[in-house]
């Protein structure tokens, strides 16, 4: 019947480097609040938060769309940080409405939250969902949490309203109940459009809170949430003020386990995702909008530097075979880079062959196809299998050129009357009686030469 | 403990205890027994039986706060301060009776009824009762413990135990303290963990110590101070526990006497041992001087506007869902809550409830609770000058008046005596200040009168060294019970040192 609290450490060490990361101004003393209200998920009544004075105030959060979904129209926009605070979690409500009951687990009552709330900066859903979705990368990226909001770990509630250029906002609505980024989109849209046609026909937009339904796509109204509550907000008498130091406020003589230094913290940063792209960038020599699907797509950047790390290929190039070929195909089965069936090490090894020469670009799909089977063949093994290797035999080629070029005669008149584009159909012929195991390169240059003669 | 077992048994018109735990207490007082017999006890407190106020958990043991609300809660955990005293070989021996979550100043106000006074049976209060009217029944003359740890003051008072823990919000181990005739030790705010103690108003509770001597109470602190990892208001210096000296110089000592506590209401007759006391510091050699904390008469009305908004949140949690009573009207999770908050608590619980939600209300709190807490800085500071001029000690009465009898009490409501009862203890809890009550004499009627010391923030050591000088001086004679005649006779041969021999 009694629970006294005590603030974790770890919480402050992960608000304090989610607000370095943020931009945001750390308060170096904040103060914790009850906010009551009686729900059946909150076991004493009131939750513990910090409505006075959070923990960090005015950041600020660059994030980047396509534009037009064109990949190479990136726009960098940003999303002003009002706050980060720390809170206690409730526990979980599970409604039974086939038996009118609800089920309530405690389990994680109590656990400390960070809860970052942005400004309403952004437009759309796009906006919405690539603003979390950088989110999510710093969070994971510093540590601060695993931000997997399928799992719960991170939750997003959506504010939304419209106005006409010009005037003030409008009144907004809080959709909860989101579990995925994509999800987060479509919300966000729905919610914008239904908002402007109830004030078309000449409605009013109410200030409640709704539930997105994944299933049919659009928001409902929340039954639970009745009328505005005042919450009685009063200090926690049991917990004395937090009190952060950096490296100038630091008490002399002071035990390093109990305080928190928020220098010390900065020092440690790891690479947040906008330098870990620049530095991608830079690198690797690949574009801006290649190291954001890079780091957006789930293990692929590991992937990519990987295979960079094992191939003579210039990662330029190794990029496209990621981006294009491994992506697209991952995506077609709904696999991570983690659960590609073509290791990193089979696709070096392909990129290899490719590379030096022993194999044609087009062959090297074909030998790609194959190791997505997962079958474990090597790529020389599929290559060798499938008679792949490019002939590297000069006088071979020469002796398939002259076969093709004696059996297009009329094609060969046209190159010599000037239209030099239909060199590319006799090429063309050649790989095919070569069954793409000829260099074009090389087979153009004999048939110019021929052709020339 | 068996003796003291029985002395609980024949004293259980006293209705001191809610719960007495007894074949735990004795399989306690054996394993202490084994360990004096091999010669290794865990210390002073070893095998000492003690009682506890219902309104700290303790494990296995039933804590209800004397409500319906806890009725039948058993705790999976011992509060901090019971756990340290387990730990150090005490016998617990039961919980005590007090107002409903510590709500009131009689012990009249919790659902097991009202505690009695064990000086009600006294022979120096049997002699000097003069019955009003012949039609009066001798049983109901008894007078009341002053709350709202009356529980734990009368089983001390009545020799059921060596020493009880209460708590301490306005003056609730104080002023049952005064009104038995114990020793009754407020402790400075931090320096004992208030975890597992079940909250009234979280910035001002303390746990509170109640013993028959200065000595035992400065034992029990011992035992007990200290930070405490799981509750975050505790401080982190290092206690260091001490034994009292035996003072016989008060000459150095400046002793302040707060004009503002010659309050309205104060009897003569208190107002007199008040005097007297005073004059016994002077004539001993000790600077008297008259004080003034200007703010004084501001105190009441600002401890409850911030007490009620506390309670208000603190009983947020009793909602029937996981512990305690729960009401069977089901229609709907508000009406559950509605009603189990209705059925589990009782008027005067309910009424600051309301009174502190009022208080929070978002156009309320900044004329309210911020006001409060701003009026507290002042009360708070009116102190600090006082003891930074240089006074070591301030000396108040503890009470009103002594015990009054619990016809008389009922006639006024809760709310009513609170106001009226705490107005000299409450500013040591708003300025988190130790303090203590010493039996002093006893009045016409034949019944304790104490008066209180309060010293600097945790200088216990010299509260108390002071305290220990007056209670020799004054030699409060020993409570002449039947019940504890017939048990033992050999029990008054320890009156002094009643204690931990």
Same mark, same amino acid.
């Given at each position: 019947?009694?629970?006294?609290?005590?603030?974790?450490?770890?919480?402050?060490?992960?608000?304090?480097?989610?607000?370095?990361?943020?931009?945001?101004?750390?308060?170096?003393?904040?103060?914790?609040?009850?906010?009551?209200?009686?729900?059946?998920?909150?076991?004493?009544?009131?939750?513990?938060?910090?409505?006075?004075?959070?923990?960090?105030?005015?950041?600020?959060?660059?994030?980047?769309?396509?534009?037009?979904?064109?990949?190479?129209?990136?726009?960098?926009?940003?999303? /002003?940080?009002?706050?980060?605070?720390?809170?206690?979690?409730?526990?979980?409500?599970?409604?039974?409405?086939? !038996? @009118?009951?609800?089920?309530?687990?405690?389990?994680?009552?109590?656990?400390?939250?960070?809860?970052?709330?942005?400004?309403?900066?952004?437009?759309?859903?796009?906006?919405?969902?690539?603003?979390?979705?950088?989110?999510?990368?710093? +969070?994971?990226?510093?540590?601060?949490?695993?931000?997997?909001?399928?799992?719960?770990?991170? !939750?997003?509630?959506?504010?939304?309203?419209?106005?006409?250029?010009?005037?003030?906002?409008?009144?907004?609505?809080?959709?909860?109940?989101?579990?995925?980024?994509?999800?987060?989109?479509?919300?966000?849209?729905?919610?914008?459009? !239904?908002?402007? *046609?109830?004030?078309?026909?000449?409605?009013?937009?109410?200030?409640?809170?709704?539930?997105?339904?994944?299933?049919?796509?659009?928001?409902?109204?929340?039954?639970?949430?009745?009328?505005?509550?005042?919450?009685?907000?009063?200090?926690?008498?049991?917990?004395?003020?937090?009190?952060?130091?950096?490296?100038?406020?630091?008490?002399?003589?002071?035990?390093?386990?109990?305080?928190?230094?928020?220098?010390?913290?900065?020092?440690?940063?790891?690479?947040?995702?906008?330098?870990?792209?620049? *530095?991608?960038?830079?690198?690797?020599?690949?574009?801006?909008?290649?190291?954001?699907?890079?780091?957006?797509?789930?293990?692929?950047?590991?992937?990519?530097?990987?295979?960079?790390?094992?191939?003579?290929?210039?990662?330029?190039?190794?990029?496209?075979?990621?981006?294009?070929?491994?992506?697209?195909?991952?995506?077609?089965? @709904?696999?991570?880079?983690?659960? @590609?069936?073509?290791?990193?090490?089979?696709?070096?090894?392909? +990129?290899?062959?490719?590379?030096?020469?022993?194999?044609?670009?087009?062959?090297?799909?074909?030998?790609?196809?194959?190791?997505?089977?997962?079958?474990?063949?090597?790529?020389?093994?599929?290559?060798?299998?499938?008679?792949?290797?490019?002939?590297?035999?000069?006088?071979?080629?020469?002796?398939?050129?002259?076969?093709?070029?004696?059996?297009?005669?009329?094609?060969?008149?046209?190159? *010599?009357?000037?239209?030099?584009?239909?060199?590319? *159909?006799?090429?063309?012929?050649?790989?095919?009686?070569?069954?793409? /195991?000829?260099?074009? +390169?090389?087979?153009?240059?004999?048939?110019?030469?021929?052709?020339?003669? | 403990?068996?003796?003291?077992?029985?002395?609980?048994?024949?004293?259980?018109?006293?209705?001191?205890? #809610?719960?007495?735990?007894?074949?735990?207490?004795?399989?306690?007082?054996?394993?202490?027994?084994?360990?004096?017999?091999?010669?290794?006890?865990?210390?002073?407190? %070893?095998?000492?039986?003690?009682? $506890?106020?219902?309104?700290?958990?303790?494990?296995?043991?039933?804590?209800?706060?004397?409500?319906?609300?806890?009725?039948?809660?058993?705790?999976?955990?011992?509060?901090?301060?019971?756990?340290?005293?387990?730990?150090?070989?005490?016998?617990?021996?039961?919980?005590?009776?007090?107002?409903?979550?510590?709500?009131?100043?009689?012990?009249?106000?919790?659902?097991?009824?009202?505690?009695?006074?064990?000086?009600?049976?006294?022979?120096?209060?049997?002699?000097?009762?003069?019955?009003?009217?012949?039609?009066?029944?001798?049983?109901?003359?008894?007078?009341?413990?002053?709350?709202?740890?009356?529980?734990?003051?009368?089983?001390?008072?009545?020799?059921?135990?060596?020493?009880?823990?209460?708590?301490?919000?306005?003056?609730?181990?104080?002023?049952?303290?005064?009104?038995?005739?114990?020793?009754?030790?407020?402790?400075?705010?931090?320096? #004992?963990?208030?975890?597992?103690?079940?909250?009234?108003?979280?910035?001002?509770?303390?746990?509170?110590?109640?013993?028959?001597?200065?000595? %035992?109470?400065?034992?029990?602190?011992?035992?007990?101070?200290?930070?405490?990892?799981?509750?975050?208001?505790?401080?982190?210096?290092?206690?260091?526990?001490?034994?009292?000296?035996?003072?016989?110089? $008060?000459?150095?000592?400046?002793?302040?006497?707060?004009?503002?506590?010659? $309050?309205?209401?104060?009897?003569?007759?208190?107002?007199?041992?008040?005097?007297?006391?005073?004059?016994?510091?002077?004539?001993?050699?000790?600077?008297?001087?008259?004080?003034?904390?200007?703010?004084?008469?501001?105190?009441?009305?600002?401890?409850?506007?911030?007490?009620?908004?506390?309670?208000?949140?603190?009983?947020?949690?009793?909602?029937?869902?996981?512990?305690?009573?729960?009401?069977?009207?089901?229609?709907?999770?508000?009406?559950?809550?509605?009603?189990?908050?209705?059925?589990?608590?009782?008027?005067?619980?309910?009424?600051?409830?309301?009174?502190?939600?009022?208080?929070?209300?978002?156009?309320?709190?900044?004329?309210?609770?911020?006001?409060?807490?701003?009026?507290?800085?002042?009360?708070?500071?009116?102190?600090?000058?006082?003891?930074?001029?240089?006074? %070591?000690?301030?000396?108040?009465?503890?009470?009103?008046? %002594?015990?009054?009898?619990?016809?008389?009490?009922?006639?006024?409501?809760?709310?009513?005596?609170?106001?009226?009862?705490?107005?000299?203890?409450?500013?040591?809890?708003?300025?988190?200040?130790?303090?203590?009550?010493?039996?002093?004499?006893?009045?016409?009627?034949?019944?304790?009168?104490?008066?209180?010391?309060?010293?600097?923030?945790?200088?216990?050591?010299?509260?108390?060294?002071?305290?220990?000088?007056?209670?020799?001086?004054?030699?409060?004679?020993? #409570?002449?019970?039947?019940?504890?005649?017939?048990?033992?006779?050999? $029990?008054?041969?320890?009156?002094?040192?009643?204690?931990?021999?």
């Amino acid at each position: 019947a009694v629970a006294s609290w005590v603030l974790n450490r770890r919480c402050v060490e992960a608000a304090v480097m989610t607000g370095l990361a943020l931009n945001c101004t750390i308060n170096k003393k904040s103060l914790f609040d009850r906010k009551h209200y009686f729900y059946a998920d909150l076991p004493a009544g009131y939750q513990i938060t910090q409505q006075r004075v959070p923990i960090a105030v005015n950041g600020s959060l660059s994030y980047s769309l396509c534009k037009d979904n064109k990949m190479s129209q990136m726009v960098t926009k940003t999303v /002003r940080i009002k706050q980060i605070q720390l809170e206690q979690d409730s526990g979980k409500s599970l409604h039974d409405d086939a !038996r @009118s009951q609800t089920l309530i687990d405690l389990n994680r009552a109590g656990v400390g939250l960070m809860e970052v709330v942005m400004e309403p900066d952004m437009c759309c859903g796009e906006e919405a969902a690539a603003a979390v979705r950088e989110l999510q990368l710093i +969070l994971q990226t510093l540590g601060s949490s695993q931000a997997i909001m399928a799992e719960g770990q991170l !939750r997003v509630d959506a504010n939304i309203s419209v106005h006409h250029p010009g005037e003030p906002y409008g009144v907004r609505t809080e959709v909860k109940n989101i579990n995925s980024i994509r999800f987060l989109a479509k919300a966000v849209d729905y919610e914008i459009h !239904r908002q402007i *046609k109830e004030l078309e026909n000449g409605g009013t937009v109410l200030n409640e809170t709704r539930a997105f339904d994944s299933k049919l796509g659009c928001t409902v109204p929340m039954r639970d949430k009745e009328g505005k509550q005042d919450y009685r907000f009063m200090p926690e008498p049991n917990l004395p003020p937090l009190i952060l130091y950096d490296a100038k406020s630091l008490p002399a003589n002071v035990n390093h386990q109990q305080v928190v230094n928020i220098d010390w913290i900065h020092e440690r940063l790891p690479d947040l995702p906008s330098v870990k792209r620049a *530095k991608l960038v830079e690198l690797y020599g690949i574009l801006p909008e290649h190291s954001f699907t890079l780091m957006n797509e789930d293990g692929l950047m590991d992937f990519f530097e990987d295979v960079v790390k094992q191939t003579q290929m210039k990662p330029k190039k190794v990029i496209g075979w990621i981006l294009n070929d491994l992506l697209s195909h991952l995506k077609q089965h @709904s696999l991570t880079a983690k659960e @590609s069936p073509i290791s990193s090490f089979f696709l070096a090894d392909l +990129l290899n062959l490719l590379e030096n020469g022993d194999i044609s670009s087009s062959a090297a799909k074909q030998v790609f196809e194959e190791l997505w089977k997962g079958e474990g063949k090597t790529p020389l093994e599929i290559v060798k299998e499938k008679q792949l290797e490019l002939i590297q035999d000069q006088e071979e080629l020469e002796q398939i050129c002259q076969a093709v070029i004696d059996e297009r005669e009329k094609e060969v008149m046209a190159i *010599k009357g000037g239209n030099q584009k239909v060199i590319n *159909k006799l090429i063309g012929l050649v790989r095919k009686a070569t069954r793409g /195991r000829a260099n074009p +390169l090389l087979v153009k240059q004999i048939l110019e030469k021929k052709l020339s003669e | 403990c068996q003796r003291c077992l029985a002395l609980i048994r024949s004293t259980q018109f006293l209705n001191a205890y #809610i719960t007495v735990a007894e074949d735990s207490a004795l399989k306690q007082a054996e394993e202490s027994e084994k360990r004096y017999r091999r010669g290794q006890p865990l210390g002073e407190l %070893d095998g000492i039986p003690i009682a $506890v106020k219902d309104n700290f958990n303790t494990a296995g043991i039933e804590t209800t706060c004397a409500s319906n609300m806890l009725k039948g809660y058993i705790s999976p955990y011992n509060a901090t301060v019971v756990q340290k005293l387990l730990d150090r070989g005490a016998v617990l021996l039961g919980k005590t009776n007090l107002d409903e979550f510590a709500m009131g100043s009689g012990s009249t106000d919790g659902v097991f009824g009202p505690v009695r006074n064990p000086w009600s049976y006294s022979r120096q209060y049997k002699e000097k009762f003069v019955p009003r009217s012949d039609s009066e029944p001798e049983n109901s003359n008894w007078v009341i413990t002053g709350g709202s740890s009356g529980g734990s003051a009368a089983a001390v008072s009545a020799f059921t135990c060596f020493a009880a823990l209460g708590s301490d919000t306005g003056g609730s181990t104080r002023n049952p303290a005064a009104h038995c005739g114990v020793v009754g030790l407020k402790p400075t705010y931090g320096l #004992i963990s208030r975890h597992g103690l079940i909250p009234l108003v979280n910035s001002m509770d303390v746990p509170g110590i109640l013993t028959r001597c200065v000595d %035992d109470a400065a034992v029990v602190l011992g035992s007990l101070a200290g930070h405490d990892p799981k509750d975050s208001t505790t401080v982190q210096d290092i206690f260091q526990p001490f034994a009292l000296p035996s003072l016989t110089d $008060v000459s150095k000592l400046s002793i302040g006497i707060p004009k503002e506590y010659h $309050v309205p209401g104060l009897s003569s007759e208190i107002l007199a041992v008040w005097s007297k006391a005073a004059d016994l510091f002077k004539n001993a050699g000790a600077k008297v001087v008259e004080v003034s904390l200007p703010h004084t008469h501001y105190s009441i009305v600002c401890y409850h506007v911030l007490c009620t908004a506390e309670v208000a949140s603190n009983m947020a949690r009793f909602d029937g869902l996981e512990y305690g009573h729960r009401s069977d009207m089901n229609k709907s999770t508000e009406s559950m809550y509605a009603a189990t908050r209705r059925e589990g608590f009782n008027d005067v619980v309910r009424g600051r409830i309301l009174s502190g939600n009022y208080f929070l209300l978002k156009q309320n709190y900044e004329d309210y609770f911020v006001k409060a807490q701003k009026v507290r800085r002042l009360i708070a500071n009116d102190f600090v000058k006082v003891f930074g001029s240089g006074i %070591d000690i301030l000396l108040t009465p503890t009470t009103l008046s %002594d015990a009054v009898p619990y016809m008389e009490f009922i006639k006024e409501d809760n709310r009513t005596r609170s106001t009226q009862d705490d107005i000299l203890t409450q500013a040591a809890n708003m300025a988190g200040l130790p303090a203590v009550n010493v039996p002093t004499a006893l009045s016409r009627r034949g019944l304790p009168i104490g008066l209180q010391f309060i010293g600097r923030s945790f200088q216990e050591k010299q509260l108390l060294t002071v305290a220990k000088w007056f209670e020799k001086q004054v030699q409060f004679p020993v #409570i002449q019970l039947e019940e504890v005649k017939k048990h033992d006779s050999s $029990v008054l041969q320890h009156q002094k040192s009643a204690s931990f021999s």
